[in-house]
């Protein structure tokens, strides 16, 4: 039987840039637009949400006249998290970590959480995101905008300066931010004086030492670049360069994950006879054979990694790291590692998160934009509030922690398909210029070449490499002249020109100089 197909759409004329970005959500499986009754389900929650607050405000603990800000990038529009801050006695601080609400609008079996099961994530393109939750949710009424009442869950700790933790609370909150920073600008506070510095640089001091102490326990350093594009108004790509990573990002980061890590590690300390139902966030340990084959790539390279009888801690890994910082061979290397670990999943049996040396780890944190950290609200709520989850539904959440994962993979090959097509965008303009790159790849059919502020990766094909026949040396990751004996490897340094770019097939082509 021949199959039949029918047309839902015609999304346009393929090179019109609004139409490429859609086909690379379509492709994935995610819808831009929302179902008309998602919608009116949105706008019923908005319609009854200032009864509801009123409702709910005897219900929590108010934080309302506590200093809390949120810090995020200068173009989120969603504001998940918010942090408070209050100075307690005997070098003792409050610290706040309160999450947008969103279980307490979207409500199990609702159009509203069927439509957050199906998309699983928001998957944030160079010009565009496509949300989890319709706008009136997503950038209004659960995002904790600057200068408005909201409701929130909370993680609040008691920590002295090193961040280590005397007490911790968890439960429903009031909050009203007093300031909304962008990293940059919270950054500037720090280092120059500004709104709330003293705060922020005492917030900053105790990030660095739960920094400190995850790489003391074996946590990897999985910093590595990414690129930040500035779109013209026809979403053309006039500038690409890497992310400064800044110490407010690392600040967000440390409070985030001590919620992350100190939600699972309260849910496992309940006393309910059996490890009770969760979501965690899991990250296994890497596979033998992979990292055996991680160390022989190393070698030729000119790097060793000790494989022990009991395997590679993270130890070794950021020793490795560390010796690579500032080389040009460091980007190829860190993607190598990464590549050679298994992939951080959502799962119910939690085995511990190996990139992050945590025992116990979830995600409680982004509810605005993952499905699995709405879970999670859900689960605690119920354990805060005394109740047993039925045994009923242990395969719904295993089945939810199963989607999930696969809606992330869709999500990040999306976000990463979007940024391969504005490099290709961008290099097309620059058809003939010379430029600095590393050597990324290495083939019998040619060179792979990663440009050093774009990081746009593009082809040199073996016939473009001179008047040798050149072949490769699989073991030692290079090729070489059969006459001239001269070796092209992996990691080397080299400058070239663009001599082809092709946006439909997301492709560049380079010639050494």
């Known amino acids: 039987n021949i199959p039949e197909v029918k047309v839902l759409e015609r999304i346009g004329e393929k090179g019109n840039k609004n ?28 319609q009854d949400a200032s009864n509801d607050f009123q409702n709910e405000i005897p219900k929590r603990k108010d934080f309302r006249g506590t200093l809390t800000f949120t810090i995020d990038p200068d173009s989120a529009k969603d504001f998940d998290d918010a942090l408070s801050f209050k100075k307690l006695d005997e070098g003792k601080y409050e610290i706040g970590i309160h999450i947008a609400d969103v279980s307490h609008f979207v409500r199990p079996s609702t159009a509203l959480d069927q439509e957050a099961q199906k998309r699983g994530t928001s998957v944030y393109l160079v010009d565009r995101t496509i949300p989890m939750l319709p706008e009136i949710l997503s950038n209004d009424l659960c995002s904790l905008n600057p200068e408005e009442e909201k409701l929130a869950f909370g993680a609040i700790f008691v920590v002295n300066e090193h961040g280590e933790v005397s007490n911790r609370w968890f439960g429903k909150t009031i909050i009203r931010s007093n300031k909304r920073f962008t990293y940059e600008n919270a ?8 709104d709330y510095c003293e705060e922020l640089r005492i917030l900053n001091s105790i990030a660095k030492f739960l920094l400190k102490e995850r790489f003391k326990k074996g946590a990897i350093s999985f910093d590595s670049d990414e690129v930040k594009f500035v779109l013209d108004e026809n979403g053309k790509p006039i500038r690409v360069f890497r992310k400064e ?3 407010t990002h690392k600040l967000i980061e440390e409070f985030m994950l001590l919620a992350n890590r100190e939600t699972a590690t309260f849910v496992n300390t309940l006393d309910h006879g059996n490890t009770p139902l969760f979501v965690y966030r899991i990250h296994d340990v890497p596979d033998e054979e992979k990292m055996t084959s991680l160390a022989v790539f190393l070698r030729a390279i000119g790097y060793d990694l000790d494989i022990g009888k009991d395997g590679v801690d993270g130890k070794d890994i950021n020793a490795l790291f560390a010796k690579i910082e500032g080389k040009a061979e460091e980007g190829i290397i860190k993607v190598a590692a990464i590549r050679s670990m298994a992939k951080a999943i959502y799962s119910t049996q939690n085995i511990g998160h190996f990139g992050l040396a945590f025992k116990y780890y979830t995600h409680f944190t982004s509810p605005i934009r993952r499905y699995p950290d709405v879970l999670v609200h859900r689960l605690l ?7 047993r989850i039925p045994s009923g539904q242990f395969a719904f959440y295993e089945k939810m922690a199963a989607k999930n994962t696969e ?14 097509l504005k490099q290709v965008e961008f290099m097309q ?11 990324s790849g290495v083939t019998e059919w040619g060179l792979y070449i990663e440009e050093t502020e ?5 082809m040199v094909h073996v016939r473009n490499l001179g008047d040798d026949f050149y072949s490769l040396d699989q073991k030692n990751y290079c090729l070489v002249g059969e006459r001239s004996k001269k070796k092209f490897s992996l990691g080397d340094a080299v400058r070239f020109k663009i001599i082809g770019a092709d946006p439909e097939r997301k492709t560049l082509d380079y010639a050494l100089l």
Do not use: C
């Open 245 to 247: 990573r800044l110490d």
């Open 187 to 194: 950054q500037a506070s720090i280092d120059n004086g500004g």
């Open 454 to 458: 774009t990081k746009a990766e593009g």
């Open 19 to 46: 139409v490429e970005m859609r086909s690379i959500i379509l492709a994935r499986g995610f819808e831009d637009a929302f179902p008309e009754e998602v919608e009116k389900e949105a706008i019923k929650i908005k």
């Open 407 to 420: 809606s992330e993979i869709r999500a990040t090959d999306a976000e990463r398909e979007s940024i391969r």
């Open 381 to 387: 709520l119920e354990y805060l509030e005394g109740r």
């Open 429 to 439: 303009e620059r058809i003939g210029i010379e430029l600095t790159g590393t050597i």
